[in-house]
């Protein structure tokens, strides 16, 4: 039987980053579930709709093809109709299409077998919103990966920076606070803590210790 931990929690927490990391250090696969909300927002995105056009968008689920595969260094890569989106994914505007498109039942629903499908074949850290209360409520451990809205917001600021994007810290936390507000409100898999989850907070922790943290939870719930 494989193994599967879930992790959860709001953007900006360093899930990505640090599932990763512990993934690597467990040899689990990393499944990085925001990337193939964003894949369906991309394609939306790519055919002019509106991103709260429900109806366009559900229709074109009939039309497209969302795939996950691992390059030579294990990482995820998206494949939308064959084609690898993993680099058109992380603008800002990308960010709004796929927090719009997650909204949607069909899309979530259209996404569910494909991620089941990756957890039943591997061991795997698979993050998101949900994976603890609906796509894998068995997994073996739930975490809830939480952070302050100011520090998630600083970390984003400071990695704009380093990338030459330039941005005021006010915006990128209204952004972040926006994001949050949209996540946990809506009706379908609100993003919140799954009942039998272990919530960990890194705001006080960089990444180095933050990882050891996360490593050390799931050692001991192994
Ligand atoms: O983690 P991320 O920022 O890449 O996620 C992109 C969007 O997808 C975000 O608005 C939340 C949504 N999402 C979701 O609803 N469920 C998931 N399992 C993962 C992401």
Redesign the pocket.
């Known amino acids: 039987m494989s193994i599967a931990i879930a992790i959860?929690g709001p953007?900006g927490a360093g899930?990505?980053s640090l599932s990763k990391a512990v993934a690597k250090e467990l040899s689990f696969i990393y499944v990085?579930?925001?990337?193939?909300?964003?894949t369906i927002?991309l394609s939306a995105l790519r055919k002019g709709f509106d991103k709260n056009d429900t109806e366009q968008i559900v229709e074109m689920l009939n039309g497209i093809d969302v795939n996950l595969a691992f390059n030579d260094e294990g990482t995820q890569i998206v494949l939308l109709n064959g084609e690898d989106v993993s680099s058109y994914i992380r603008t800002p505007e990308v960010?709004m299409f796929?927090?719009s498109v997650?909204a949607i039942p069909e899309v979530?629903g259209f996404l569910l077998d494909l991620q089941r499908g990756m957890a039943k074949k591997n061991n795997v850290i698979m993050?998101?919103?949900?994976?603890g209360t609906v796509?894998l409520p068995q997994a073996k451990i739930k975490i809830f990966l939480t952070a302050s809205p100011e520090t998630r917001a600083m970390r984003r600021y400071k990695e704009n920076l380093e990338k030459g994007i330039n941005c005021k810290y006010e915006d990128v936390l209204k952004d972040v606070n926006d994001?949050d507000f949209?996540?946990s409100h809506r009706e379908i898999?609100p993003?919140k803590p799954a009942k039998d989850s272990i919530i960990v907070d890194t705001s006080e922790y960089d990444f180095e210790g933050s990882k050891q943290l996360l490593l050390k939870v799931i050692k001991e719930n192994m």
């Open positions: 959860d953007a899930k990505s990085d579930t925001g990337a193939l909300y964003r927002g960010s796929a927090s997650s979530r993050d998101g919103r949900d994976i796509v994001r949209a996540d898999a993003l």
